[in-house]
């Protein structure tokens, strides 16, 4: 690798450190050292797996940089390219001029969101009123987490932008300044389509009054502006605000693609239209069903239910949706561990939800299963089963705030003999 390579990993290690540092994380000498040796340590792992090249990246994403750099970078953002969205394709672009391998400035780009990945979910627990001790732990609880090093240092994709930016979205809307969160919603939302599986909980904010309804109208005109230079460039309007919807067919006829979704209980059977109709009805059942349950307790949602309703939207959404691929539960991932660390009963949870989502990496690097995927589907089930009661616990009145009046106590109280 160049020099250049091992400064830029030198550089995002630093930013780390800082962003610890700054969350007032690193005020003793032991923390200072922890932190220091365990950044290292998940930087020189990162440094292992940056040569590694999948097939994603020399039949991909080798190829569009390569096209960029063939025809004048930025100005070739005008023609139709690849299946990712236009912010990413800016990067790949800009990556056209770099003298740097352009397989490690991909990769490098994904680390730097772990990075912001783990510090949103350290601000996430510690709104659940945790400690330094166990933020620490759950920053580099994400640093190390297996699918977090495998999808960026190994596997080169950037499902850690997309996630970061939903995380700092939600921590944002739930400290109460929606319009940044809607901002990072909607970065999110930019970077990959997969942010939609997170997008409800935006719903849920606004049932804690944390947002306005007419917050929702900044997502539109956020999103105009994140695809503003792409048009300004020469690339069609309505290509770009449409670019999802004209992808859809592009994700593959096959019901299952390595996901423990509810389709790797039936991997033998046929792939039917039918069959994903029922599937893509069913997503939207669950997420109206949950959307509902939180409205009716909206008055006794507090962080910790927040952060359960998000996991649930993140592990049911795509448990019921077809050609589901085995990255698709990278949110989940990162997700159940943040509530993990908030609350002991999920710690189960975050163990489950990384078996699961391994098995489906294992089985696209490896190209073999080492169990099959319906495995990890059972797993996803007992993360909702455990995730569902922690949310009816902080539902059930222990989160009530003590500055409620008499009169709203007994009005929580009829709502909840309503249920």
């Not at 033998?268 to 409205?295: H, Q, W």
Request: proline share 4%.
């Amino acid at each position: 690798m160049d020099l250049a390579v091992y400064l830029i990993l030198i550089l995002e290690a630093g930013f780390a450190l800082w962003l610890l540092w700054q969350a007032g994380l690193l005020d003793t000498r032991r923390r200072l050292l922890i932190s220091v040796v365990l950044t290292v340590a998940a930087f020189v792992l990162r440094a292992y797996c940056l040569p590694y090249e999948t097939l994603d990246y020399k039949d991909f994403l080798k190829q569009w940089v390569a096209f960029y750099r063939e025809n004048l970078g930025f100005r070739s953002l005008s023609y139709p390219l690849g299946n990712y969205n236009i912010p990413y394709l800016y990067f790949l672009a800009f990556f056209s001029y770099l003298p740097i391998n352009d397989l490690y400035l991909i990769k490098l780009l994904s680390i730097f969101f772990d990075v912001v990945l783990a510090f949103a979910a350290i601000k996430l627990v510690g709104l659940c009123g945790k400690g330094k001790g166990t933020q620490l732990t759950c920053f580099f609880t994400v640093l190390f987490l297996p699918t977090v090093v495998l999808n960026g240092s190994l596997w080169g994709q950037c499902d850690s932008i997309y996630v970061a930016f939903a995380l700092m979205g939600l921590w944002l809307g739930l400290t109460d300044r929606p319009i940044l969160s809607v901002l990072c919603f909607t970065l999110s939302f930019g970077f990959k389509l997969q942010a939609v599986f997170l997008m409800p909980i935006m719903a849920v904010l606004w049932f804690r009054g944390n947002y306005k309804l007419w917050h929702f109208a900044l997502f539109p005109a956020f999103y105009v502006l994140l695809v503003l230079p792409a048009v300004l460039l020469g690339k069609p309007f309505l290509d770009t605000i449409t670019l999802y919807a004209s992808q859809t067919g592009s994700i593959g006829s096959g019901l299952n693609y390595n996901s423990p979704s509810v389709y790797a209980f039936f991997w033998r059977s046929p792939e039917t239209k039918d069959a994903a109709n029922l599937g893509i009805v069913g997503a939207f059942t669950y997420m109206a069903a949950l959307l509902l349950f939180c409205f009716f307790r909206r008055k006794r949602l507090n962080e910790r239910a927040v952060l359960a309703a998000a996991l649930l939207f993140a592990v049911g959404i795509p448990f019921l949706l077809p050609h589901m691929h085995e990255r698709y539960f990278f949110a989940a991932d990162i997700l159940s561990v943040v509530l993990g660390s908030a609350c002991i009963l999920c710690i189960p949870a975050a163990a489950l939800t990384q078996f699961a989502s391994l098995l489906g990496y294992y089985a696209y690097l490896n190209m073999r299963y080492l169990l099959y995927v319906d495995h990890g589907a059972r797993a996803l089930i007992g993360v909702m089963v455990l995730t569902f009661i922690q949310l009816l616990y902080e539902t059930a009145g222990h989160g009530i705030s003590e500055n409620l009046s008499n009169s709203e106590k007994t009005a929580l109280t009829k709502e909840e003999n309503l249920l």
